[in-house]
């Protein structure tokens, strides 16, 4: 019996990385979603339930940290673990993420190998 493959949430503004990690995660063998805001984020990820969530910080419509923060207090989404994107090297955007249980925290741009690796431990 074949294993049944993981579905990831993939939510940025920047539209050309959501394709991009899109394309790289499907050729790992992932399942992927995606979200353009905040908002989108949230009702997909209440929706199809992922099983990891890569959310940019800061994105219109209710950015990263307050769309986690819903999901956080959603029995649908409590669960779900998430990886932080950000293009800023702020150390309290850091601590506010771990504060909200980021399994993961990434400045773009950021080193493919140690995002796949990453991925594929918090999904094992």
Avoid: C, W
């Amino acid at each position: 019996m074949a294993e049944e493959q993981k579905l990831i949430l993939v939510a940025d503004d920047d539209k050309d990385l959501v394709m991009a990690l899109s394309i790289r995660l499907r050729a790992a063998g992932y399942s992927v979603v995606s979200a353009h805001n905040g908002e989108e984020a949230y009702d997909i990820a209440n929706s199809s339930k992922p099983d990891l969530i890569i959310l940019d910080v800061r994105m219109p419509a209710g950015g990263g940290f307050s769309s986690i923060d819903r999901m956080k207090h959603s029995l649908n989404t409590r669960n779900i673990p998430v990886i932080f994107l950000t293009a800023f090297d702020d150390e309290e955007m850091l601590e506010q993420g771990r504060k909200l249980g980021a399994a993961g925290f990434f400045r773009k741009p950021f080193d493919d190998r140690e995002f796949m690796t990453t991925i594929a431990a918090i999904l094992k």
